[in-house]
């Protein structure tokens, strides 16, 4: 426990600013938000919000995590399956199965595990636990996945992802027949109160929102859904289908999962198709596809013979 006491130089400062200056560089900004709303920082012994002002001879209470142990990330010569890669860029299409990148509880067996085995330079690309992800896939979504081999690169591609600059198409095999051919979604999206592994729709959470269009139905069983995603919420397209009433095909956390087996489904049902954004170093707009899995095609052939039969 750090008990501080603000002098006239930090007279006004907001509280979130003031703890940040005043904790070690490890721990992040992120961090002190969440602990500031927790409560775990105290102004005379009192909750307060990030953004209040802080007074001469406040005493500022925070509870310091311990420093987390450096984790080693060690290349593993996992296949990797390559769209295209040149001296800034790598593009994956991804198996699923696999995560994306290294957590602290688990720390081989990722795509940035494989990665580093087959680029010998990304060490240090966007922090010892993301070495060159600007995106990422959720550990059963397939397809397209772009990875930078520089800092110029992940500046380039982590502002455009930000500034929403790039293009992302999802296939997706959702319960029921969806009503519309076409629309978009608009819910904020905020983790789940009570079950934290989860996100839900909520009014006060970060506005999301993904356009869709239907290719085709397979009578009221299923239906063959593209998702363009405007806003890149964690399990965006997933939550707003729920939402919609058709949750994705095998989705453990938001639909039947293990009960979707009649229709030969192991996994979750969706797979980035397609991904577009402005080359860091040529500026040009380049567009890469995966194709559709095989896992995937033998559901859409599954769902087929059950229309017709």
């Known amino acids: 426990m750090l008990n501080l006491i603000v002098t006239s130089r930090e007279e006004s400062w907001r509280l979130d600013r003031y703890v940040q200056e005043k904790s070690p560089d490890w721990i992040s900004r992120t961090f002190i938000q969440k602990a500031i709303k927790n409560g775990e920082v105290t102004v005379n012994g009192r909750k307060k919000k990030p953004s209040y002002r802080v007074k001469i001879g406040d005493i500022i209470t925070l509870n310091l995590p311990e420093k987390p142990e450096k984790v080693e990330i060690l290349p593993e010569n996992i296949p990797l399956s390559i769209i295209y890669e040149d001296k800034d860029i790598i593009v994956i299409n991804k198996a699923p199965g696999i995560i994306t990148h290294p957590t602290p509880s688990v720390t081989t067996g990722t795509l940035v595990n494989a990665i580093l085995f087959h680029c010998k330079d990304l060490q240090g690309i966007g922090g010892e636990l993301r070495p060159g992800i600007v995106h990422r896939l959720d550990k059963d979504t397939s397809g397209v996945i772009v990875v930078a081999k520089n800092d110029k690169a ?156």
């Open 154 to 309: 992940h500046q380039s591609l982590s502002q455009q992802f930000k500034d929403r600059v790039t293009e992302k198409v999802y296939a997706a095999v959702v319960h029921g027949n969806v009503k519309k051919d076409y629309g978009a979604i608009e819910v904020s999206l905020a983790r789940n109160p009570v079950l934290r592994t989860k996100m839900a729709a909520l009014e006060w959470g970060k506005p999301a929102v993904t356009y869709f269009k239907v290719i085709r139905r397979f009578s009221n069983i299923a239906s063959l859904v593209f998702a363009y995603p405007k806003t890149g919420r964690t399990h965006q397209i997933r939550v707003h289908m729920k939402y919609m009433g058709n949750p994705l095909l095998g989705d453990e956390l938001y639909g039947k999962g293990k009960k979707d087996e009649i229709y030969n489904v192991r996994r979750q049902m969706l797979h980035a198709l397609r991904l577009s954004f402005y080359h860091p170093s040529t500026k040009e707009k380049v567009i890469f596809t995966a194709p559709l899995p095989e896992d995937f095609k033998n559901v859409l052939r599954t769902l087929s013979k059950l229309e017709e039969s």
